[in-house]
């Protein structure tokens, strides 16, 4: 037998987390001494004992850390050289120290308080703030760090004895839990009409008699409010839609659980997984018939989150489930704060369940697929952010602005990438001044002082402009990478990969290296450089930014570049507007955008004409497949070396097909998979020219499931490696990311140490 004293070091997220109270637990268990600190890089541990009793609790430590602990690394020095300790001991840690460390999300309400919430015995029972070391707000309410008490929106409400005593008794489950607060000394929910004015009784049972009578009710959450009302009732919804002037976009509900959910959709294991995870986002699931519920989702998909706080689970005991959107009017940010609140969400709700805990920072809920057992973001936030990505090789300090309408930023500190959440269009001046605000917040939560900026190359983003300005001030290099490169190395960096690559990158609008508007690209490259070895034909966008929603003009252009000018019939008024804008040739810029080329088809097709929300067409032409393996005629030129997809044939072939009176569903599947076999040839032509065998898929044409899978599938059967992204968003939201990995992992700063400009 060896006594030995083990000086050990871990390295990841521990704090906050309950990482103290688990490892005195450990401790105890296996009978050994020493101490534990916290360090800006973990926690230091030194412990004395048997070696075997220290290893098998470190094995312990390792396979089944707490919940939330992100365990990245323990290295242990053993020496003989003991200090004889008696106890185990929780040595305070100094500020600085704590100032370096991460972060945790804000975290779904855990079993145990879940239980304690209903269970009439228990001091907090059906108290609407219950939380504990493993659950409960985080990242949305801290002001300051280090993460304690004082430093966040709890700091307004003092323990009280009985919390205090837990706060302060390792073994409890609440030891350390700096939201920890019961009814007597914490927050309170209160019910209000739309003025504001109180309405007297049970604040749940009146917000629940209120929505079953068919009102809507604002909720405030954990990073915003929520609109809440029946989802049952068309009525209901079809009034929220107006209220909010959101006429089509897909609401998303709350289902009590899992079981409940699948009366609605149908979810698969690892679906049902992801749902129940305390990260609690929403999951985009097959409706049971994909027809279904039109007033809530009009695509084969519904967006389903489970109950996060304990304020939902109290309202869904009454409730099977409800509608939950977050509260914003259109492109404006959530809304947080109770007065801001009562005055902007005025004219939507009826009746307002309110609480006296600020939100101090803005998160909206995340929103995602399963695809493979992983996330496949739409919008990664609430449950995952400030928790960092990890990106092997990348020394810190670079600040990465991202793009302009899924805005996020991404900031690094060594090999950590924090990745803001979803902020918005920054064409927004309230959304604009968040993002900013928010950057500052990052840098200081983080202690990372930008050394190198990195933005897009688009001239007028206003994510630019603020890189421009910020470069300026502090006289720091800045780096402007092209918008499809930087999707490209975004998914190169989600999945850890080094070297060349060739990137299909799909997406609506980007600002491409020649000044024109890129979007159909297939790319070779790695972080250092990349090449455009293939895209679409152009095509004029008659009316300029006015086509994103007027998906007509895109279809009518198409048609007479095709040479099929009045093959479909569209009104004799657009008609006109069109041929107009193309015989003068003004405001009818040129793009390759796939996007477009999505809008231009569904209006041809007849399946949009005029989109109430950005992607529209295709998300609706995806709905429509039905099962069909036609494959409509294209060509593949040449140019400069380049290669172009030629869409006119298909186009020919679709007016065709929509003279016969074809099958919608039909036309979809037979576009999509033209699409598959067009992109398949190009990269086999591209793996011809470069040796290339790598592919990844980025950009937001990939939120298509059928396209993402269908591309897989056959890029596989013919010796491709595929990947796509499964820690970002394969959209603009995931923009920052891949700037990020260009400026970390590329050799612009290495090289002369200066400052080069990749345009
Ligand atoms: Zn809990
Ligand atoms: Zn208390
Ligand atoms: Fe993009």
Redesign the pocket.
Known sequence: MSFLRADIQVRGIVQGVGFRPFLHKLVTHYALCGWVRNTSEGAQIELEGEKALIESLLRELMDNPPKLAVIDSVEVTYSDERKGYSTFEILKSHTMAERNTLISPDVGICEDCRRELFDITNRRYRYPFINCTNCGPRFTIIRDVPYDRCNTSMASFPMCGDCESEYHTISDRRYHAQPDCCNVCGPSLHFTDEQGSPIFGDPIALAIQSIKNGEIVAVKGLGGFHLASRCDDPAVVVRLRKRKHRDEKPFAIMCRDVDTARKYCVVSDQEALQLDSFRRPIVLLKKRDSGAFPWLSENGYLGVMLPYTPIHYLLLEKLDALVMTSANLSDLPIVFDNQEALKSLGGIADKFLLHNRDIVTRCDDSLLWVVGGHEYFVRRSRGYVPFPITMPGARGGVLACG?EQKATFSISKGEYVFQSQHIGDLKNLEVYDNYASQIDHFAHMFDIKPRVIVCDSHPDYLSTTYAQERADKEHLPILHVQ??WA?MASCMADNRLEGECIGIVW????YGSDGTVWGGEFLTGDYDSFERRGTLRGMKLPGGDKVTHELWRTGIALLHESGRKDAVEFSAEQRRTVDTILELGLNCPMSTGMGRLFDGVAAIMGIKCEASYEGQGAVLLEAAAISCEDVYPYIITTDNGRYVYDWRPTVQAICEDVQNGRATGEMAAAFMNTLTTMAVEICKRIRRDTGLTRVVLS??TFQNQYLLHRITEQLTQKGFSVYHHQRVST??EG?SFGQMAIAEKGAHFHVSGNSPDAD
């Open positions: 793009a918008h499809h999707h997406d609506g609008t980007g950009g937001g959209n603009d923009i």
